[in-house]
């Protein structure tokens, strides 16, 4: 079974601190990473093809892509590939968040 993880500010207490994390300095903090692409569409090939609407960024790791989604000043990420825990907690150490489960 796959677990859900949430890259967020929401816990943070300090005074004044940004507590969502923008589009905008997402597409700007992954700008810069060779490995990541931007996305308003990320599609799952299988047995069937279906295609979610959103902002996503694609990691490639592996032959794999890996999709980080911004919904809601938050980034998910899903964790069935043991690589993920490692970036997903690189990503928010840069962006100056947190990991929480969900």
């Known amino acids: ?27 700007l903090y992954f700008s810069d990473k060779a490995d ?3 996305t308003r569409v990320y599609t799952v090939k299988g047995a069937a093809t279906m ?7 694609l990691w490639s790791v592996g032959g794999k892509e890996i999709p980080f989604r911004h919904y809601q000043g938050d980034l998910y ?12 907690l690189e990503v928010a150490g840069d962006l100056g968040a947190d990991v929480a489960e969900g």
């Open 36 to 38: 990541f692409a931007y």
């Open 77 to 88: 990420v899903s964790g069935t590939d043991d690589a993920v825990i490692p970036k997903m």
């Open 1 to 27: 079974m796959s677990r859900r993880y949430r890259i967020t500010r929401t816990m943070r207490e300090e005074e004044g601190a940004e507590r969502t994390l923008t589009l905008e300095e997402c597409k």
């Open 51 to 57: 295609s979610i609407e959103g902002d996503f960024f």
